[in-house]
């Protein structure tokens, strides 16, 4: 999710703590899941994260479905801040809401007080999404929102400098963009116009045809030539000669705003909680095109049912994640022109969702969920990328080191291996 990472201690835990409350608690009456009202109605809980638009969002699909299905009264648990920790708490303590908004990133850490769940592959155009459930080889929660980047570029900004813009529907390959992003930076000091916002190594690693691990989950594989790639990459945009503000320009600096500004002239790692903001641009200016080589991970949010759910609980929640996940009532409501929580997972809401902001190429947001790379099941996965990241972070230049990262990646991805094998 967007801006959030699961502490690795929290991981680390979190499934001794699961166990607890694993097992279904038959005539529950606990405030965090829901209750039969004694008037015909199921009553269920929903937690869920956002700010105040992405929560007015929610809302509006959770009237929607109360409207289709009278039967079924849903609590909305709207949780503001550090939403991983206070949903493990109350799973822990027993009050686990029925159904919960979960990350596929997050999943792994969670999966053990989830009910498994059916997932018809069929029923969603991309494949990763189908998939974004499933914990090794079974389905825990079914896709609701797809966060696919893409990345957004001044078409002014190109059109001065007398470069090509990119395609709104082809990658450009990551060393057009390097060269690209050379030629569109110019000045110095306080008056730089950067070439590209920062570059995120996770998303780059991706782009550059890199991962973290093989395709089978079992080997570590970011320090390989790729992965050094495309570290090196991130350092060399930030020197005083490089594309791209260092972080300590960056920080506490709304990229968006030096986007519109012209202060950037691309802005990879492009969300599409951004569509809102861009849309109300002179669309004739900018525009959204795929990320460069391979593309950048993509995040699925999906629904989890609470094993600690009684029968008549679980049979309303399924029916509820089920309408969210499937229906266009549904589906339809996830983008507006003042908020957007990702891009629809069912093709019958596409139109609906690209018709937001017809002149931005919102197509690229969907190409970009059709071919996003899936990432294997790994166990371990927050607290062995945790580990990593901080690691990276300390010693060279993506952070605040300076080792060479030709040096560093390989040593972090053996001990990357030691703690993968450390979980078979």
Excluded: H
């Amino acid at each position: 999710m967007q801006g959030k990472a699961l502490a690795a201690v929290a991981a680390a835990s979190f499934l001794a703590l699961a166990a607890c409350s694993s097992e279904p608690s038959g005539g529950s009456t606990g405030t965090g899941t829901g209750t039969g009202t004694g008037t015909g109605t199921t009553k269920i809980t929903y937690a869920f994260w956002g700010n105040n638009d992405e929560s007015a969002t929610i809302k509006s699909m959770i009237a929607a479905f109360e409207k289709a299905n009278p039967g079924v009264k849903v609590e909305a648990n709207w949780i503001q801040s550090d939403y991983e920790q206070k949903l493990q708490t109350s799973i822990a303590g027993g009050d686990a809401p029925t159904v919960a908004q979960i990350s596929n990133t997050s999943l792994p850490s969670f999966a053990n007080a989830f009910t498994p769940v059916k997932v018809d592959p069929g029923v969603y155009y991309s494949a990763a999404v189908a998939k974004a459930g499933n914990v090794g080889g079974t389905d825990y929660a079914v896709p609701f929102v797809a966060k696919s980047k893409v990345m957004a570029i001044n078409k002014a900004a190109f059109d001065s400098a007398g470069v090509a813009a990119p395609s709104g529907s082809a990658p450009i390959s990551t060393q057009d963009f390097v060269s690209a992003a050379k030629r569109l930076t110019s000045g110095s000091g306080a008056k730089k116009v950067y070439g590209s916002a920062p570059l995120w190594y996770d998303g780059w690693l991706i782009a550059e045809g890199g991962s973290y691990y093989g395709p089978d989950g079992q080997t570590c594989t970011m320090g390989n030539a790729d992965g050094i790639r495309a570290a090196q990459t991130v350092v060399d945009s930030t020197k005083p000669d490089g594309f791209a503000p260092n972080p300590t320009d960056a920080q506490g600096q709304d990229m968006f705003q030096w986007f519109t500004d012209g202060k950037v002239a691309m802005l990879p790692d492009f969300g599409p909680w951004n569509i809102a903001k861009i849309a109300a641009l002179d669309t004739s200016k900018f525009l959204i095109v795929p990320m460069p080589g391979k593309g950048e991970p993509m995040e699925v949010d999906s629904l989890g049912i609470s094993k600690s759910a009684t029968e008549a609980e679980r049979t309303a929640a399924t029916t509820f994640t089920k309408f969210m996940s499937t229906s266009p009532d549904a589906q339809n409501l996830l983008a507006t022109t003042t908020s957007a929580l990702g891009v629809p997972v069912i093709q019958g809401s596409l139109d609906t969702f690209k018709a937001i902001a017809p002149k931005v190429n919102l197509q690229a947001f969907v190409d970009a969920v059709t071919n996003a790379v899936t990432t294997p099941y790994v166990k371990d996965k927050v607290k062995i990328e945790s580990t990593f990241s901080t690691d990276l972070n300390s010693r060279t230049a993506i952070g605040s080191g300076n080792e060479d990262p030709a040096t560093v990646l390989p040593e972090l991805q053996a001990q990357c291996q030691k703690m993968l094998d450390a979980t078979k």
